[in-house]
């Protein structure tokens, strides 16, 4: 396809995203010609001219009006406005039904446009997954392919500022890449081999090659896509009253302007033109637009706010809830913590070296998977000590492990392992002080006695905090569950600064422990890992995923954050607050405006062109302020 032939089409499609616009100003232009042929005695001109403009002003608003009706078997706005401006026709108003269609189509499409500034915030994101991708097969050279032919286990090349085009392991290279796409997260992130990388997130500087793990519909960024659209499409509680009422409310309207085009002229001695122009007016300024578009403005731009923050919301109903949030309980490992143990001390007998002793226990935990050796394994990595490798080690589940290094036999594990009495006592009495500050403590024996006591910790974030801090001040209190012993609990729970916490809580039992809370304080979230706390974030009123991305994440709360960051629970409890905000602001305005102009009316205070101004403006008005949660300092 040729360049001039893009740019056809590229016209189009914007013409057609427009459509509504262009016709409404074009409508405006016929009107300003009529009102010149009325000026200069041509009638029968003028009255052809103000149909063309009735015709293409109001084709949009009446299909949709009408459609609406068919489908749903309810009234709406849009039928009200067509009546009123058929009705101001038939009594010889011909200009002001005209400005009427004009004024209702021209608000109608910076409506339009405003719902789907929200839309587009997500859609840009769509944009940011390449089309094309550079293969790698064989000793070949890379050649450029459509990402859509790409398959599992794929190699593929990256290079510097390139956005990744699926979600993959490196095996080849490292690099920072900026996964803001993704978590909302403005620093880079390293990556090294190993690591996974996603779609949609841009590689800075190193050469990369990944090998492709999934297939282009299941990205990481395909479905944050998917899961934010559907979103969008699923109305809050709030707006489904809304539109429940619309349906009552128009009936209401319809029945006072059948009274009010014969009682005023019976009960107030107004003649009949006054009464059927009254009739029309009441027909538009008592329109609930405004009302309508009170609440779903504000939902769209706050999911889409969220979404931007990496933080995903499943519905506006999940929203409204967090707003209310009396009470956060979180999950220990991996929320408020790291979930991985780091070593905090080492003590080494008197007569050892220090160095050669941490080196020994080093050699014999690198032989092992477990969690506390990886931790020893990494604190001898950062102490620069050497390993020695190849050395025969049998695990004693349960217990610990046996080696033997350079001829001297060694044990590693718990206290009862090693010799209870022993450990216990060795330097002062170490152990059960450590044990105190929640720390896990192994010990080393080797032909001599007990040679070095490790102590282990799982430590806190430091921004969890901060976070635990920030909610506090929200007036929301946070209680941790956790499996870990009292002494370990306790500990964690004063350094990360909860309310409360429960120790030995098994998986199974937070569920109880959620229903107790939600007998307390009614409204409770729940923040866990989406696997084994499925059950709690499912009994919670708000359900809340820190999966640092993961699919079993995305699938299983209410609310998912992208990245394990706690204080972003903060930020989507402000945010969800000031969209209540706002839609309270929103319905006590269109509804004082509905009041205001009605009054008027009866007084004939208010002509029908100020009237569909007052109307429409405060329509327009209440979606510019709803499109304030667009906004990202909340």
Not at 229 to 239: D, M, N, R, Y
Not at 352 to 365: F, G, K, P, Y
Request: aromatic letters at 6%; one cysteine or more.
């Amino acid at each position: 396809m040729n360049h001039s032939n893009r740019e056809n089409i590229s016209l189009i499609e914007k013409m057609k995203e427009h459509g509504e616009l262009i016709a409404a100003v074009f409508s405006g232009l016929i009107i300003l010609l009529a009102w010149r042929m009325e000026s200069s005695g041509l009638n029968t001109a003028a009255v052809i001219a103000y149909l063309t403009a009735f015709i293409i002003g109001g084709y949009a608003k009446a299909k949709e009006g009408i459609l609406d009706t068919i489908e749903n078997k309810n009234l709406n706005v849009e039928l009200l406005m067509v009546l009123a401006a058929i009705g101001s026709a038939i009594i010889g108003y011909w200009t002001e039904g005209a400005i009427l269609i004009f004024i209702f189509a021209l608000s109608g499409a910076l409506e339009t446009y405003a719902m789907n500034k929200s839309h587009r915030e997500i859609s840009s994101l769509m944009k940011l997954q390449p089309e094309e991708a550079w293969l790698v097969r064989g000793g070949f050279e890379p050649m450029k392919v459509p990402v859509a032919s790409l398959k599992v286990g794929d190699h593929l090349l990256i290079k510097p500022g390139e956005r990744i085009p699926a979600d993959g392991e490196i095996f080849k290279g490292s690099s920072s890449i900026d996964e803001s796409a993704i978590s909302g997260e403005s620093m880079p992130t390293t990556k090294h081999v190993g690591d996974f990388v996603y779609a949609g997130t841009v590689n800075l500087n190193g050469t990369l090659t990944i090998n492709m793990t999934k297939p282009n519909s299941e990205t990481m960024f395909q479905k944050i896509i998917t899961l934010v659209q559907s979103a969008q499409s699923e109305k809050s509680p709030s707006q489904q009253f809304i539109e429940k009422f619309e349906g009552i409310y128009v009936k209401f309207v319809l029945l006072t302007v059948l009274l009010m085009l014969f009682l005023p002229h019976y009960l107030l001695d107004w003649d009949w033109t006054t009464t059927f122009y009254r009739a029309m007016v009441l027909l538009v300024v008592a329109s609930p637009c405004a009302l309508v578009a009170s609440v779903m403005p504000a939902t769209l731009a706050a999911i889409s706010n969220g979404a931007k923050n990496g933080i995903l919301f499943k519905g506006g109903v999940h929203l409204e809830h967090l707003s209310v949030l009396k009470l956060l309980s979180v999950d220990k490992t991996g929320t408020l913590t790291f979930g991985t143990p780091v070593v905090t001390d080492i003590i080494v007998r008197d007569n050892l070296n220090r160095n050669d002793t941490i080196a020994v226990l080093a050699s014999i935990e690198s032989q092992s998977n477990h969690p506390l050796a990886q931790a020893i394994s990494h604190y001898a990595k950062e102490l620069n000590i050497t390993t020695m490798q190849g050395i025969d080690i049998e695990d004693v589940p349960g217990w610990g492990l046996k080696a033997t290094v350079h001829n001297q036999s060694y044990i590693v594990g718990k206290p009862e392992f090693v010799g209870r009495d022993e450990a216990s006592h060795f330097a002062n009495n170490a152990a059960e002080k450590l044990a105190e500050e929640g720390k896990t403590v192994i010990f080393m024996r080797d032909e001599n006695g007990i040679a070095l006591l490790a102590a282990m910790k799982d430590t806190v974030r430091d921004e969890a905090k901060q976070a635990v801090n920030n909610l506090k001040e929200l007036g929301i209190n946070v209680a941790m569950l956790t499996g870990d012993n009292e002494k370990t609990a306790k500990t964690i729970a004063k350094e990360a600064g909860v309310n409360e916490y429960i120790a030995e809580c098994l998986p199974e039992t937070k569920v109880n422990y959620i229903k107790d809370y939600l007998d307390q304080y009614h409204d409770v979230g729940m923040v866990g890992d989406g696997i084994n706390d499925a059950p709690a974030l499912a009994t919670a009123t708000v359900g809340i995923a820190m999966g640092g991305g993961t699919d079993v994440a995305l699938e299983t709360a209410d609310v998912v954050l992208m990245k394990n960051d706690l204080s972003k629970i903060a930020y989507a409890v402000r945010l969800s607050r000031k969209m209540q905000r706002i839609v309270k602001q929103n319905i006590i305005f269109s509804i004082s405006v509905i009041a205001l102009l009605i009054i008027s009316n009866f007084l004939q205070l208010v002509d029908l062109p100020f009237g569909v101004i007052g109307h429409e403006g405060s329509t327009i008005l209440v979606i510019l302020n709803g499109l304030r949660m667009l906004n990202r300092n909340i």
